[in-house]
């Protein structure tokens, strides 16, 4: 089992809300990451980050932005969200030295309504 | 477009039976990998296999792969119901940990 955890699981929120996404991985991985995938769809890398202050989008361009203040900890904020951001958000992390292979959480459920 | 697309989108078969899926990718790559995803999940890793081997086991999953003809496949073999999940292959576009995955496919094992 992977030590990578996010929170909230599910969430619904109204529309123009703001809302944090975390994740955090206890396995003292440099890289992490961010996917959005829509139910039965392919998954899209939004966000990603190689370190502490590091942070780069992804192939798919995301209103979504995300800090990484502290090597554990990667979360992703939209400031107003709307019924477009319905999706599940998957993070993973990796090291360098792993072959590639990284290890997702359970994955953020976000409806906007 | 996507760098892996997998092949059958979906795939229904009777416990016991082989299940094989298919991957293609279109550029070079450092090692190609498949992940596990069980429904409303994150997504498990599954097994790994580098540019330079042709074949690997792991347990009931035979992966292959055919760098000439950028492709991959992965065998789970005597399925049982607990294998019903979807199946994605990534594969790195460069020595970074950039993994870009393909649409899946989407396994049934009939009880």
């Known amino acids: 089992e992977a030590d990578i955890y996010q929170t909230p699981r599910y969430l619904v929120i109204g529309t123009g809300k703001k809302i944090t996404l975390e994740c955090s991985q206890t396995?003292?991985?440099?890289?992490m990451y961010w996917y959005q995938q829509d139910p039965g769809m392919e998954l899209h890398l939004i966000h990603y980050?190689?370190?502490?202050?590091?942070?780069e989008k992804g192939d798919l361009s995301s209103e979504s932005t995300v800090s990484r203040i502290r090597t554990e900890h990667f979360p992703l904020t939209l400031e107003s969200a709307r019924p477009s951001h319905t999706s599940q958000y998957l993070c993973a992390s990796g090291s360098t030295g792993s072959g590639n292979t990284i290890y997702f959480g359970e994955g953020s459920w976000l409806t906007v309504v | 477009s996507q760098q892996g697309e997998e092949d059958p989108q979906a795939l229904s078969i009777q416990e016991g039976e082989n299940a094989t899926m298919n991957c293609s990718y279109k550029?070079?790559?450092?090692?190609l990998q498949w992940y596990r995803q069980n429904s409303g999940r994150g997504l498990v890793h599954l097994i790994l296999i580098r540019s330079n081997e042709r074949e690997k086991h792991s347990g009931r999953l035979r992966v292959t792969l055919d760098t000439s003809k950028k492709s991959s496949s992965l065998l789970i073999t005597a399925s049982r119901a607990a294998d019903t999940a979807s199946y994605f292959c990534?594969?790195?576009?460069?020595?970074?940990?950039?993994?870009?995955f393909g649409g899946g496919t989407r396994l049934m094992v009939k009880p």
């Open positions: 990534a594969t790195d576009r460069n020595a970074g940990n950039m993994l870009t």
């Open positions: 396995m003292g991985h440099d890289k």
């Open positions: 980050s190689y370190g502490v202050n590091s942070t």
């Open positions: 550029t070079s790559i450092n090692n």
